[in-house]
């Protein structure tokens, strides 16, 4: 089974997004729901080189429920953590996610998936 590897899952909401990613950092989430036998449901996948808080919050009149998060060491590891995620749960497919990750500007970093 697949998983995110995130904390949460948690309430999509101003307060619960800063008291539960309280550290300006590099990072990756998820979007979706959460269905009645408890499982959360990902919908979309995401990530910020900067700060993971402040990028969640800008999803929180989306129309998303519930978010999962993870801190990342730096703005690298957080893309490679988008891309795996991304595949892993069916790209644009499956996902809300229109098209795959984009690197960060400046960089020539590839998918550790598809090497996009």
């Known amino acids: 089974m697949v998983t ?3 904390n949460g899952p948690y309430v ?3 307060r619960e997004v800063s008291r539960q990613v309280n550290r300006t950092s590099p990072g990756n989430y998820g979007l979706g729901y959460i269905k009645e036998d408890g499982s959360f449901v990902v ?3 995401g990530r910020s080189d900067y700060d993971v808080n402040n990028r969640l919050q800008s999803w929180v009149s ?3 429920k519930y978010f999962k998060y ?6 690298k590891a957080a893309f490679d953590k988008e891309c795996c995620t991304y595949h892993d749960f ?3 497919e499956k996902l809300d996610n229109k098209s795959h990750p984009e690197r960060a500007a400046g960089t ?4 550790p998936v598809c090497g996009k």
Do not use: I, T
């Open 62 to 64: 989306s129309g998303y």
């Open 90 to 92: 069916g790209a644009n």
């Open 70 to 75: 993870s801190y990342a060491s730096h703005a």
């Open 4 to 6: 995110l590897g995130m």
């Open 108 to 111: 020539r970093w590839k998918c």
């Open 12 to 14: 999509l909401e101003d």
């Open 43 to 45: 919908q979309f996948v």
